[in-house]
């Protein structure tokens, strides 16, 4: 079967944006936004949050897709500021993301980024610093990920990327109607241009979110 490059409960707002300017970024700031929870509330309110800490949770669609994140996931790719937010060549090695000492990928992880540094593991998440352009990436990440499937972890600039070089097999993307940032980096000005190289489907959730399924025309 053919190993899909996938992206998987990416969240914008109403107006497309899913991230702040690069200026607003920071270590305490990792979204660049005043209140990202307003994004994936719809996610840490399930019952299968993987860092959900009390009983409870909701069940039904919302879960369904938190539940699916991992499946039949063999690797991960992610942009250099979705690791962290510093810029330039690595001035300290030792920090290690900002993921904590069980990141909740349990994967290898390409981080794309124009300067290298050691490959590193924490728990069973290996991090590989890689510099190519989006389909070398893939194609490393594709033998480390062991006939399964990849996914395209973000942020919004790295989604981008693979989305012009037409490498994105399946996208999951959760709109928060209630939410409108003005500001920021944007996914789309409307799902709609997307149409031309993907089939869209819009499911409205209990909760408010539009999940926006596309998979390859």
Known sequence: MTQLLRVQNFN????GIGAGAAEDQS???PFGLPDPGELFAWAGATASWPMRSEPGGSRGLDDYFTRDFAH??????????????LRGPWQDEEWKGWWGDEPPFHTPVFVMTHHKRPSFTLSDTTFHFVDG?????????????QGKDVRL?????TVREFLEADLVDTMHVAVSPQV???????LWES????????HLEVVPSPSGVMHHLFWRK
């Open 72 to 85: 039949n996931i063999g690797a991960e790719i992610m942009g250099r500021n979705k690791f962290g937010p």
């Open 191 to 198: 799902p709609d241009e997307l149409r031309d190289r993907f």
């Open 27 to 29: 270590l305490e700031s």
């Open 12 to 15: 914008v707002s109403s107006d």
């Open 180 to 186: 409108r940032l003005g500001s920021g980096i944007r």
């Open 133 to 145: 352009d989006p389909a070398a990436v893939l194609a490393q990440a594709r033998e480390a990920a």
């Open 153 to 157: 972890g973000g942020g919004v600039t």
